[in-house]
């Protein structure tokens, strides 16, 4: 007599998440158009928005695909995460103000130094599950978010850091324009990363870990060292975009630590589909635009418009707006079969 037993990446092909399996289910060339598509928008973005929101827009992006990835993937709700963005635009800034690195190395100085926080804070949280995980990553966020306002001598506190350059060996990238196709590249890159892990045996073991850890941890797999690791890789991604943030701004505040920054980066995944990834980046950008007009029309209430938003999402659209319109297409298209 012999019997089967589904791997943890047996398990992940059987519930994929919806948007992103429509997508990989998808005719080649559908898969190429929708990229060529992708790769257009973010061309003429900053020509059809201002550009300092288009920029915004590609920072919260890779904020959003990094919680995704521990969200959407390995089912941990992180609401901690402002403290990966901000030690990164803190570090970003300091290194490009005192040191004089081209940004792009000090937004990977940045993001070095989050994925570095990233491993005693998720070696502690990921020993809990659900609820008990978002505390414990709020409450690290907050300790990180006290140590930056009393740590005056570094960070300048509630003065925050001014004046981040913008070096990069001698171009000008004082436009926001400009600025933007300058850092365009290390987000594509940044994106495919995160594709890369979801579509790689390991992210189908975080998928399998996801929908069964007990199972995952009887077939021998070290479930903690698993989430651990995406944990890292989470917080890495978020600091790149953080870097990013602090060097199109100029600027760096306590803001960026404050646990609404999380709350935030929240939302848009769920906005745009947990668990598909490009989900994110919809969310991001549909978020960064409608708060950027409500700001221009003088609305200050802008979180109940968002916060409205929200609810009607969660409430009509249980996958997000990617994942709906995905898994929608996708059904259209069995059907035709």
Not at 159 to 180: A, M
Not at 245 to 253: E, L
Request: proline residues 4%; aromatic residues 12%; glycine residues 12%.
């Amino acid at each position: 007599m012999t019997s089967t037993v589904d791997t943890p990446a047996d398990a992940s092909r059987s519930t994929p998440p919806s948007g992103l399996l429509a997508v990989a289910q998808a005719p080649g060339w559908v898969r190429y158009a929708l990229l060529a598509v992708g790769l257009a928008i973010a061309a003429w973005l900053p020509n059809g928005l201002y550009p300092a929101v288009a920029v915004d827009i590609l920072c919260w992006a890779l904020f959003a695909v990094a919680v995704d990835l521990l969200l959407g993937f390995t089912g941990l709700m992180s609401f901690g995460h402002a403290a990966f963005w901000g030690t990164s635009a803190y570090v970003t800034g300091l290194v490009a103000i005192h040191v004089g690195l081209p940004f792009p190395l000090a937004v990977l100085a940045g993001a070095l130094a989050a994925a570095v926080l990233a491993v005693p804070i998720g070696y502690l949280a990921v020993k809990r599950t659900g609820i008990y995980f978002a505390m414990v990553t709020l409450a690290f966020a907050q300790m990180v978010y006290y140590v930056a306002n009393e740590w005056r001598s570094v960070t300048q506190g509630e003065n925050g850091l001014q004046g981040v350059p913008r070096e990069l060996f001698g171009v000008d990238l004082t436009d926001d324009y400009f600025f933007y196709y300058a850092i365009l590249p290390i987000v594509l890159l940044g994106l495919a990363a995160a594709w890369r892990i979801v579509h790689s045996p390991f992210g189908r073991v975080l998928v399998g870990i996801r929908d069964n850890p007990a199972r995952a941890r009887a077939l021998g797999y070290p479930v903690h060292r698993y989430k651990l690791t995406a944990f890292v890789l989470s917080g890495f991604i978020a600091g790149l975009g953080g870097g990013l943030f602090a060097v199109g701004h100029r600027f760096v505040s306590l803001d960026v630590l404050h646990w609404t920054t999380s709350g935030k980066a929240v939302i848009v995944v769920v906005l745009g589909g947990i668990g598909t990834l490009w989900g994110g980046v919809l969310g991001a950008g549909i978020v960064v635009r409608l708060e950027d007009w409500l700001s221009f029309s003088g609305f200050e209430a802008i979180g109940l418009v968002t916060g409205g938003i929200f609810v009607l999402v969660v409430v009509l659209f249980r996958r997000g707006i990617w994942g709906s319109v995905a898994a929608l297409a996708h059904r259209l298209a069995a059907r035709r079969r």
